[in-house]
């Protein structure tokens, strides 16, 4: 199956997504939140972080190390500070949760945290902190994985890519954002380079000595290596702490591979940190200044060659805007989802073939 | 005057630079703080926020443009949320009033920040974090600097290389600590390489019109470039904008140049974030995960021709610990601090070659 040439409703994949989730034996309301949150992914074109993990959430579900619970358990709530612990529930409604106790934290005393343990998987980091911004609040979300870097001169990986995301408000027409995983590149860039035979650049990856390669098949078999080396290590292995050392939860190999055995449980700690800018300064006058900085990036002078210079957040607005409802999946994401509804019973091909859902 | 073979006695540099500091009208315990602070980057190995500082300190405080305040003046005050105007204090001392406002609201409300406006330099980031860590609070302190760095594909530096510190709390010799600028290098490295005829490698620096360039002479008539390119100018972005944009204060090129006329203030903005870690887990749970962690570095395997992996904050660890009490200053710049007290009465030299201060 293809999404042909303008991709697929992106509300038609939505519903089949959520009904794959609500035929493993999620809340209907719930599914839809998460399907959602994957689909909003494939709509930025961060495949990555879409559709394409259907399969592997509904083999855990069904394998019993993702559970069908419509969010976590508050273990600690002491003024701005809440602990969620996950109990392993699917890391969007975790995430979800941790946001709206943070926000509504945050308002009563300027600024809060949510920490959360044994957390599964949530998507893009982005979309949450992106959630606290358009409530008024600088969203400041962070996660840990399972060890994939090493430490600068160090042959084991010690620290994962973990991802940071911030985002503040702004009254413009998108919000300054980012959203990085502290590796120099993510492994999928590294397999891609392997499956057409190039090399990698220095400082991509090391092999499984620790030296640095420009072979990704080494790579593959050895470690990725932090952003701008000793600094994203150091601000990874921080993230690690912080994540899991405020919730009590999981850090470094404590945390599961994501794609291992479906049966143990991912467990990793997640960060969620609320800044609400009215506490500090009067009413819209942040939103507007952040306008007045995304508007210094548009008019900034351009490098030979360059005919856009983009704020931080700006190509994903571009791409949500320009997609519209329609969403672009690869073939094989598109065949492991319908394959993943077969299983369930779920017809994903007529959902998404129904006369609304093709242009 | 050269500080010798092992320097002088960092003891008598800091009664050295507060009696400077003292003679040019700041009252003496100020004085004594911004001298410890300062002559503390010395002992470290980070001259570049050293007493280096003290000349260009000293020109400013006689131009009116650094003021004789203890501190600044709390325009803001609600539960978590605190803003200072630092009305153009030094920075050391800000920085200080900030941490105790910081840690003193955290305790109450398990986080809280304080931002600041119109502030002077500060020196190290790194110093006052490690303040809040002292105490039992996650300390993230971050400033932003005059525009540095172009966004990815343009040709006018946009935003400072803002650094940001982390330091948590830990019950092992040292605790996590980064502290970083968020430019690829800091501009003295492109300095020394320019002196010594060298290039410097693609990625550091770009040239006048945008382009990237490996001629340090062309980086410094341009621009210095970002930290893992886009994700480094992302954050050094929102940095600059949660600096300025929670104090009220300035954003971008309303930061002056450090080192521009002595005479205009340099109001950079700040931002001091203390997360009370026991308001979330049980009283010394935190700071035993942060020695477990740190255990975990140094226990790493080794690439390679690798003698000690470090984790982040054990090389500033391990080089006040190998200092004790002296401290190698570069013979220029013991010069630049003979001469600053020679013009305000204070015979630096005498003070440094007493007999205590000498080995």
Redesign the interface.
């Known amino acids: 199956m293809s999404s042909g040439g303008d991709g697929v409703s992106g509300a038609a994949l939505v519903e089949a997504v959520a009904a794959i989730f609500a035929a493993a034996g999620i809340a209907p309301a719930d599914a839809a939140l998460v399907a959602e949150d994957l689909v909003a992914a494939d709509v930025e074109g961060v495949a990555s972080h879409g559709v394409n993990l259907v399969p592997m959430y509904v083999d855990r579900i069904r394998a019993g190390s993702v559970s069908k619970a419509s969010g976590g358990e508050i273990v ?1 709530d ?4 809440v ?1 969620i612990d996950a109990r392993d529930a699917l890391g969007q409604l975790t995430a979800r949760q941790a946001v709206a106790l943070a926000v509504d934290r945050a308002r ?6 949510a ?1 959360v343990r044994n957390a599964f998987h949530f998507g893009t980091a982005g979309r949450y902190a992106r959630m606290m911004a358009d409530q008024g609040c ?1 969203g400041v979300v962070m996660s840990n994985t399972r060890p994939l870097m ?7 990986p ?1 620290t994962g890519n973990n991802p940071i995301a ?1 985002v ?1 408000p702004s009254d413009a027409a998108f919000s ?1 954002e ?1 959203d ?1 995983a502290l590796s ?1 590149v993510a492994m999928g860039r590294i397999r891609n380079a392997a499956a057409s035979g190039q090399s990698i650049p220095a400082g991509w990856a ?1 092999d499984q ?3 640095a390669t420009t072979d990704p098949k080494a790579a593959i078999a050895g470690m990725l290596l932090p ?2 080396g ?6 990874a ?2 993230v ?3 994540c ?5 939860g999981a ?2 190999a404590e945390v599961a591979p994501l794609y291992g055995d479906p049966v143990r449980p991912y467990r990793c700690a997640q960060l969620f ?1 609320a ?3 009215g ?4 009413p819209g ?2 939103a507007a ?2 306008r ?2 995304l508007d ?2 548009a008019a ?5 060659g ?1 005919d ?5 957040g700006e190509l994903a607005f571009a791409a949500r805007r320009e997609a519209g409802d329609r969403c672009r999946v690869a073939p094989a994401a598109l065949n492991a989802l319908v394959e993943a509804g077969r299983v369930l019973g779920v017809d994903v091909q007529s959902m998404l073939s129904s006369p609304r859902s093709i242009t």
């Open positions: 600690s002491r003024d701005a500070a602990v009563r005393h300027g600024l809060a945290a920490s600088v090493p430490a600068p001169g160090g042959a084991e010690l911030i503040a300054p980012i990085m120099a090391a000595s620790g030296a952003a701008a000793p600094k994203g290590f150091g601000l292995f921080l690690d702490l912080l899991g050392g405020l919730s009590d850090i470094g940190l800044i609400d800018v506490h500090f300064v009067a006058a942040f200044r952040a007045t900085e210094r990036v900034s002078r351009r490098a030979p360059v856009r210079v983009y704020a931080p």
